[in-house]
């Protein structure tokens, strides 16, 4: 996993105080989360027009009509998915997956499994996640459809907006399984879904807006 980068102390610093932040008014909570927060670089994963907002808490464009997400809500979504060491996770939305090293950092990055529809992004996060030590697997696809061939998992999120929940990702989780993402078209709600025996306990944990989920 993360190796470290050489472009010195002033971005690591500001990722400290970005997460030290968001612990102070209650946004995260979770050791391993905020570890994780601090440990990956956002500023990797953004066009470097951007780096100087790398760490102001915000979501950023990286190309192609996407964003990357704050990182309070990634770290928000994080804790929701209760992920500990070892657990197998889908994410759907690499973007410029920065949300999957984030991801890697709680449960091992041979762990995660993620699906981007833009062959483009899915280029450049390979290329960013690998050179930075980040050894995640990546395909190109239509991430309702999920990732069937490692299923099933413990855990399941979107990193974009979709109308309902998918149906395949649900039934690749397996029993006691998370599922978490922004559902919703003209109002978002960020929903966690525990898979059980009987069904589906769902909560919603409030309004949210992310950019639409492509693809289907």
Request: include cysteine.
């Amino acid at each position: 996993m993360f190796r470290g980068t050489p472009d010195g102390d002033d971005f690591d610093e500001q990722r400290e105080n970005m997460v030290d932040a968001l612990v102070g008014t209650g946004r995260i909570s979770d050791e391993s989360v905020i570890e994780a927060l601090k440990t990956v670089p956002r500023h990797e994963f953004v066009p470097e027009a951007r780096r100087d907002r790398a760490y102001v808490d915000r979501p950023l464009p990286i190309g192609a009509d996407q964003t990357v997400s704050a990182p309070h809500i990634v770290g928000i979504m994080s804790e929701l998915l209760e992920l500990d060491e070892g657990d197998k996770v889908l994410e759907i939305g690499t973007g410029c997956g920065y949300h999957a090293a984030v991801t890697a950092e709680i449960a091992g990055d041979e762990n995660v499994y993620s699906v981007e529809y833009v062959e483009e992004l899915a280029e450049d996060a390979r290329e960013t996640l690998a050179d930075l030590g980040y050894d995640i697997e990546i395909r190109v696809g239509d991430g309702h459809e999920g990732w069937p061939e490692h299923a099933r998992y413990d855990a399941a999120y979107l990193t974009c907006a979709a109308a309902e929940i998918p149906d395949d990702i649900i039934d690749q989780l397996r029993v006691g399984g998370v599922f978490v993402g922004p559902i919703g078209t003209v109002e978002q709600h960020l929903i966690k879904t525990t898979k059980t025996e009987d069904g589906l306990d769902r909560e919603d944990h409030g309004g949210v807006r992310f950019v639409r989920m492509q693809g289907d």
